[in-house]
């Protein structure tokens, strides 16, 4: 159906009217997009099937990565360009007086993530399909996502995700899959034949029914799976509750992602959320292994269970409930298998994400798995007592429970065979500080896979002009090895390169003009700098000192007539979690500062400050493309990795960062003089965590620019918001400024000067992109994949 342009016609016309019972000439935009997609599953179908038919034939390892979050964004135009279809789609449609633009427009973003982490997933799920390696994704299908964001008067007000209001074309409901999940009631011990057994009784049964969605690698025949898993009642409804109770309750575990927690009804919905995502997916992999191997003493050997993040650790309980209940082995077989099997990625530092469940949540809504993990603790602590005998602090410090909380990440080390961070510093400061004990005792656990994204989404897919002109320089193989890219890195000294690189950048700087207006009605300079901070809302990340050195400018442009500065537009997208006020009065700060700049005659010539609301996969497509400047800000030793940093690199941004995450080693990559580093590092900041000796109100007494723009946060200088960035001056005053924003001011501003230096300085800018982008192939997810699959998968291409 799709080999060739009137072929893909004649295909395409026929079944729009067989699936919408209507002629062409009457049919809508979205008929085309159902009928495109529903052409692009089938003609995927066999080697789907195909793919999961070698698998099985030739019994080979299979990864299976446990998220919350898979962050994939529209899928039609990367479904089309990894079949190698799309200018045939392309054409085709133009012929028929319709643009594919237009048509990708109509799919939905999935609200299934919402930042890094979320993302992470999606990247490695591509590479692995890309790369032939037998590995699917096992999430949760959000019916509302997080949230869609509006901006109302400045003020972020949060809508449900409409995601899968028109159904999603992509998959495939499997219900005589559904597996059983239960909840609440209590366990009956008895003893057979001298053997303790335990049954979970009186429980509350909640079905899980899969969506499959298929993967698919670029110039490959392998179609991997992303199975979510939707929340529906069981046959049987709790006696104790009512019928539309039951439904309400039930319903609500896959209805949004990450639902405040600020209460126990919240705390209780997240942790029903985790535990249904673990049950149903390792339900699913234990029964598809019974039905090939029989019996699951050589589980480990040929199924890799990978929890991204602490979210899926009850993956390990879990895993013990099924091998001991079930299969009746002993604890010392169980635990050989689960450790063997389950590995684990760490994805940050900061002590509140480190999830911890109160024992009296935990223990009621999940009985039999809480005797599990009780038992796993007390097995650990008996171990370590026996490694350092009399050692009680140590082993407080350890324990799996204690103070009367579970503590996931314990759980998730002690009950896995592989410990990772993503980047070389966040791997670092795990061994050295977070989980010293745990590095000292098992060293050998740890490990490092810095993260990758896939370059086909984020440079083949969003930016097809600069996609071209490096295909014309160095040809097509750096699309299936990114690392050829570096071939790149001569053009850097080929002014008639640099030219054209300048010719791309400023077309998609005007594309996102084009946008920007679109959505604000802002007319932006598309021969100003563009610097670029998008990212998920949080203090540490530090969009408060991108303001902050805002408000300085438009100061300084006010107060100094002989002062200038190269036309610069500043923009921003995040999004604050519903519960994070802090971060909404951020978003409400950026807001009063773009009014004030923007609508001002005497200054918005040389600046201009945008926030594009409900940042998403999409949106970002159009953004990093666009971008000159890639803010990457976040108090060093805070970020764990980033991937936003390696999207603008790959497209030609430069860093202007903090040695925090990944930055250091896209320093490393591209040098100095490729790169703008500012601020303290991350020792230095540990160093102030440990021992003190930071006074924020000294750099506010000592720094006149830094005295003023904190004193506008409350001193009228915004007449529309009264006290509502009280907060925001308390936590840089009083609370001593947790995250070092006035400790790097001005490193910040005098780096931004140098920012601008470089840029009207032509050619030597666009060398310096021209490098970063050279060096951006080793920040592809192929590599980090590459790297898990031999080092801690043990998978191997189906090809091979």
Same mark, same amino acid.
Request: charged share 25%; aromatic share 10%; hydrophobic share 40%.
């Given at each position: 159906?799709?080999?060739?342009?009137?072929?893909?016609?004649?295909?395409?016309?026929?079944?729009?009217?067989?699936?919408?019972?209507?002629?062409?000439?009457?049919?809508?935009?979205?008929?085309?997009?159902?009928?495109?997609?529903?052409?692009?599953?089938?003609?995927?179908?066999?080697?789907?099937?195909?793919?999961?038919?070698?698998?099985?034939?030739?019994?080979?390892?299979?990864?299976?990565?446990?998220?919350?979050?898979?962050?994939?964004?529209?899928?039609?135009?990367?479904?089309?360009?990894?079949?190698?279809?799309?200018?045939?789609?392309?054409?085709?449609?133009?012929?028929?007086?319709?643009?594919?633009?237009?048509?990708?427009?109509?799919?939905?973003?999935?609200?299934?993530?919402?930042?890094?982490? /979320? %993302? !992470?997933?999606?990247?490695?799920? =591509? @590479?692995?399909?890309?790369?032939?390696? $037998?590995?699917?994704?096992?999430? &949760?299908?959000?019916?509302?996502?997080?949230?869609?964001?509006?901006?109302?008067?400045?003020?972020?007000?949060?809508?449900?995700?409409?995601?899968?209001?028109?159904?999603?074309?992509?998959?495939?409901?499997?219900?005589?899959?559904?597996?059983?999940?239960?909840?609440?009631?209590?366990?009956?011990?008895?003893?057979?034949? /001298? %053997? !303790?057994?335990?049954?979970?009784? =009186? @429980?509350?049964?909640?079905?899980?029914? $899969?969506?499959?969605?298929?993967? &698919?690698?670029?110039?490959?025949?392998?179609?991997?799976?992303?199975?979510?898993?939707?929340?529906?009642?069981?046959?049987?409804?709790?006696?104790?509750?009512?019928?539309?109770?039951?439904?309400?309750?039930?319903?609500?575990?896959?209805?949004?992602?990450?639902?405040?927690?600020?209460?126990?009804?919240?705390?209780?919905?997240?942790?029903?959320?985790?535990?249904?995502?673990?049950?149903?997916?390792?339900?699913?992999?234990?029964?598809?292994?019974?039905?090939?191997?029989?019996?699951?003493?050589?589980?480990?050997?040929?199924?890799?269970?990978?929890?991204?993040?602490?979210?899926?650790?009850?993956?390990?309980?879990?895993?013990?409930?099924?091998?001991?209940?079930?299969?009746?082995?002993?604890?010392?077989?169980?635990?050989?298998?689960?450790?063997?099997?389950?590995?684990?990625?760490?994805?940050?530092?900061?002590?509140?994400?480190?999830?911890?469940?109160?024992?009296?949540?935990?223990?009621?809504?999940?009985?039999?798995?809480?005797?599990?993990?009780?038992?796993?603790?007390?097995?650990?602590?008996?171990?370590?007592?026996?490694?350092?005998?009399?050692?009680?602090?140590?082993?407080?410090?350890?324990?799996?429970?204690?103070?009367?909380?579970?503590?996931?990440?314990?759980?998730?080390?002690?009950?896995?065979?592989?410990?990772?961070?993503?980047?070389?510093?966040?791997?670092?400061?795990?061994?050295?500080?977070?989980?010293?004990?745990?590095?000292?005792?098992?060293?050998?656990?740890?490990?490092?896979?810095?993260?990758?994204?896939?370059?086909?989404?984020?440079?083949?897919?969003?930016?097809?002009?600069?996609?071209?002109?490096?295909?014309?320089?160095?040809?097509?193989?750096?699309?299936?090895?990114?690392?050829?890219?570096?071939?790149?890195?001569?053009?850097?000294?080929?002014?008639?390169?640099?030219?054209?690189?300048?010719?791309?950048?400023?077309?998609?700087?005007?594309?996102?003009?084009?946008?920007?207006?679109?959505?604000?009605?802002?007319?932006?300079?598309?021969?100003?700098?563009?610097?670029?901070?998008?990212?998920?809302?949080?203090?540490?990340?530090?969009?408060?000192?991108?303001?902050?050195?805002?408000?300085?400018?438009?100061?300084?442009?006010?107060?100094?007539?002989?002062?200038?500065?190269?036309?610069?537009?500043?923009?921003?997208?995040?999004?604050?979690?519903?519960?994070?006020?802090?971060?909404?009065?951020?978003?409400?700060?950026?807001?009063?500062?773009?009014?004030?700049?923007?609508?001002?005659?005497?200054?918005?010539?040389?600046?201009?400050?945008?926030?594009?609301?409900?940042?998403?996969?999409?949106?970002?497509?159009?953004?990093?493309?666009?971008?000159?400047?890639?803010?990457?800000?976040?108090?060093?030793?805070?970020?764990?990795?980033?991937?936003?940093?390696?999207?603008?690199?790959?497209?030609?941004?430069?860093?202007?960062?903090?040695?925090?995450?990944?930055?250091?080693?896209?320093?490393?990559?591209?040098?100095?003089?490729?790169?703008?580093?500012?601020?303290?590092?991350?020792?230095?900041?540990?160093?102030?965590?440990?021992?003190?000796?930071?006074?924020?109100?000294?750099?506010?007494?000592?720094?006149?620019?830094?005295?003023?723009?904190?004193?506008?946060?409350?001193?009228?200088?915004?007449?529309?918001?009264?006290?509502?960035?009280?907060?925001?001056?308390?936590?840089?005053?009083?609370?001593?400024?947790?995250?070092?924003?006035?400790?790097?001011?001005?490193?910040?501003?005098?780096?931004?000067?140098?920012?601008?230096?470089?840029?009207?300085?032509?050619?030597?800018?666009?060398?310096?992109?021209?490098?970063?982008?050279?060096?951006?192939?080793?920040?592809?997810?192929?590599?980090?994949?590459?790297?898990?699959?031999?080092?801690?998968?043990?998978?191997?291409?189906?090809?091979?």
């Amino acid at each position: 159906m799709f080999s060739n342009k009137e072929e893909f016609k004649k295909t395409f016309l026929k079944r729009l009217e067989m699936l919408c019972g209507k002629r062409f000439e009457e049919s809508t935009l979205r008929d085309q997009y159902n009928t495109l997609g529903n052409m692009v599953r089938e003609y995927i179908s066999q080697n789907w099937i195909q793919t999961n038919e070698r698998n099985r034939a030739r019994k080979q390892k299979q990864v299976y990565y446990l998220s919350i979050e898979f962050l994939l964004g529209r899928l039609l135009g990367s479904n089309l360009l990894n079949l190698g279809i799309r200018n045939v789609v392309e054409e085709g449609l133009n012929d028929l007086g319709i643009r594919l633009d237009d048509m990708e427009e109509v799919e939905a973003d999935a609200g299934l993530g919402n930042g890094g982490l /979320g %993302r !992470l997933a999606a990247c490695f799920l =591509d @590479s692995l399909a890309s790369l032939d390696l $037998p590995g699917h994704g096992c999430g &949760i299908r959000y019916k509302h996502g997080l949230f869609d964001q509006k901006i109302v008067d400045g003020y972020q007000v949060e809508l449900p995700e409409q995601w899968l209001r028109h159904g999603n074309v992509w998959e495939i409901r499997k219900e005589e899959l559904a597996v059983e999940v239960n909840f609440w009631g209590k366990v009956e011990i008895s003893n057979q034949n /001298g %053997r !303790l057994t335990f049954r979970h009784i =009186d @429980s509350e049964k909640v079905m899980a029914v $899969p969506y499959d969605m298929p993967v &698919i690698g670029y110039d490959t025949k392998t179609v991997n799976t992303l199975r979510l898993w939707s929340a529906e009642p069981a046959k049987t409804f709790p006696p104790h509750k009512s019928v539309m109770q039951y439904k309400r309750e039930t319903e609500a575990i896959s209805e949004f992602l990450y639902p405040d927690d600020t209460h126990d009804e919240g705390k209780i919905l997240r942790l029903k959320q985790q535990y249904f995502l673990v049950a149903a997916s390792v339900g699913s992999i234990v029964r598809a292994h019974r039905r090939q191997h029989g019996h699951l003493y050589e589980l480990h050997k040929h199924v890799a269970i990978h929890v991204n993040d602490t979210h899926p650790v009850l993956a390990i309980p879990e895993l013990m409930r099924i091998l001991l209940d079930e299969e009746g082995m002993s604890w010392e077989d169980a635990w050989h298998i689960t450790t063997n099997t389950i590995s684990y990625t760490n994805h940050t530092t900061l002590s509140e994400a480190l999830e911890k469940w109160p024992i009296r949540i935990f223990q009621p809504l999940l009985p039999r798995i809480y005797m599990i993990v009780e038992e796993i603790n007390e097995r650990f602590c008996r171990e370590l007592w026996n490694h350092y005998p009399g050692d009680w602090k140590r082993i407080e410090e350890m324990a799996i429970i204690a103070h009367g909380l579970v503590k996931m990440a314990h759980l998730a080390i002690v009950g896995s065979h592989s410990v990772n961070g993503v980047a070389k510093l966040h791997s670092e400061i795990l061994k050295k500080r977070e989980m010293k004990r745990f590095y000292e005792f098992q060293p050998q656990k740890f490990n490092n896979k810095t993260n990758g994204v896939t370059h086909r989404r984020w440079l083949l897919k969003a930016n097809p002009e600069l996609s071209s002109l490096i295909t014309k320089a160095i040809g097509t193989s750096w699309i299936k090895e990114p690392q050829a890219l570096i071939h790149l890195k001569p053009y850097a000294f080929d002014s008639l390169f640099l030219q054209e690189l300048a010719n791309v950048k400023q077309q998609r700087k005007a594309k996102l003009a084009k946008r920007i207006y679109e959505k604000t009605g802002i007319v932006v300079n598309e021969s100003s700098i563009f610097d670029v901070q998008v990212k998920r809302l949080h203090a540490y990340k530090r969009q408060l000192l991108n303001v902050l050195h805002i408000m300085y400018l438009y100061n300084r442009l006010k107060e100094d007539s002989s002062f200038s500065i190269y036309p610069r537009t500043f923009i921003f997208g995040a999004k604050a979690s519903p519960g994070y006020y802090y971060a909404k009065r951020i978003i409400k700060l950026i807001h009063s500062v773009a009014a004030k700049v923007n609508n001002d005659k005497k200054t918005n010539e040389q600046l201009k400050v945008i926030f594009l609301e409900n940042y998403r996969v999409s949106l970002a497509e159009e953004i990093f493309p666009a971008a000159d400047v890639s803010e990457q800000i976040s108090t060093a030793s805070k970020e764990a990795s980033g991937t936003g940093n390696m999207k603008f690199m790959m497209n030609g941004a430069i860093t202007l960062g903090t040695l925090d995450g990944a930055n250091i080693e896209i320093l490393e990559a591209v040098g100095e003089e490729n790169i703008f580093i500012f601020g303290l590092t991350a020792e230095e900041v540990l160093n102030y965590y440990q021992n003190g000796g930071y006074r924020s109100h000294e750099y506010y007494h000592h720094d006149k620019r830094i005295k003023q723009v904190v004193d506008q946060l409350v001193n009228g200088f915004f007449p529309d918001v009264h006290d509502h960035f009280e907060p925001i001056y308390d936590s840089l005053l009083t609370q001593n400024d947790e995250y070092f924003v006035l400790r790097d001011f001005a490193s910040y501003v005098e780096t931004q000067e140098k920012v601008e230096e470089a840029y009207r300085q032509r050619e030597r800018w666009l060398k310096m992109s021209a490098i970063n982008i050279a060096h951006s192939g080793c920040f592809s997810s192929d590599r980090t994949v590459q790297e898990y699959a031999n080092e801690i998968w043990n998978i191997h291409p189906l090809n091979k």
